[in-house]
C-alpha cells in the first residue's frame, strides 16, 4: 500500500473499498491509516499531521499522494486545483467504445452522485481525454487522462454516454467486478512536482489481483 515517504509528503496505492477520509461509516480510511503508519514507523510521540490533498472515491483504487507537513498541503492543494497534476487512469467499461476523445460536461454533485447538466451556471466544469485499448464488443478497455478532479467525474461521464465502468451499479451498470466496494477504475499514475525539492515525482501503481481474473473479458 505505502509507496514512498520522506519529510514532506507519503504516496501510496489505495485498495478499492478504503475510504480516503473518515465518514459516518467508521470503517477504515487512509488519512487514519497514513497517521498510524507514520507514528509508528518513525516513533513519532503525540499527533501526526496528514493533509488529505485529493481524493479517490471508495470503490476507486490506485495512486494518491499525502502531505506531511501543511507547507507541503498547501502547495499540492494548489497543484491540483491548477491542474498541473498528471493523473492518469484505467477501466473496464460496459459496451464496444472504439477511438480516442475529449468528454466534456458541466457536472453537478447531489448527495451520493454526480449528474451531467446542459446549463453551465448549474454545474462545475470537467474534462478528460481517453483512448478505447482494447474490445470485445461487451467490454472496452480505456486508458484516460483525466484534465479536471470533480468528484464522480469519470463514473458520471463515461455512465452519461452509456459506458459506465464496470461494477458501478450507482451509475447503471450491469455487470459486477469483484465485489460491493470495488469498480474497474483504477489510478495507474500521478506525476507532479515534489512541494519543497521541486523535482518531478512519478507515483506509478500495478493493477490489482481483479483485474487479472477479469482479463479474458476484453482480451
Known sequence: MWLFGDNHLLTLDKPAGLLSQADSTGDPDVVTLAKEYIKHKYSKPGNVYIGLVHRLDRPTSGAMVLARTSKAARRLSQAFRER??????????????????????????????????????????????????????????????????????????????????????????????????????HCQNLRFLHPVKKTFMDIETTLPSPWRKFRELYS
Open 84 to 185: 498541473s497534476v498528471k493523473k492518469k487512469y484505467i477501466a473496464l467499461v460496459e459496451g464496444a467504445l472504439t477511438g480516442s476523445g475529449v468528454m466534456e460536461d458541466y457536472l453537478r454533485k447531489e448527495a451520493d452522485r454526480a449528474y451531467v447538466v446542459q446549463v453551465k451556471d448549474q454545474g462545475k466544469y470537467a474534462s478528460l481525454r481517453w483512448n478505447a485499448v482494447e474490445s470485445n464488443g461487451k467490454v472496452t478497455l480505456v486508458s484516460i487522462e483525466l484534465i479536471t478532479g470533480r468528484a464522480h467525474q469519470i463514473r458520471c461521464q463515461f455512465s452519461d454516454r452509456g459506458f459506465p465502468v464496470l461494477g458501478d451499479i450507482r451509475y447503471g451498470a450491469q455487470q459486477g467486478f469483484d465485489g460491493k466496494d470495488q469498480i474497474a477504475l
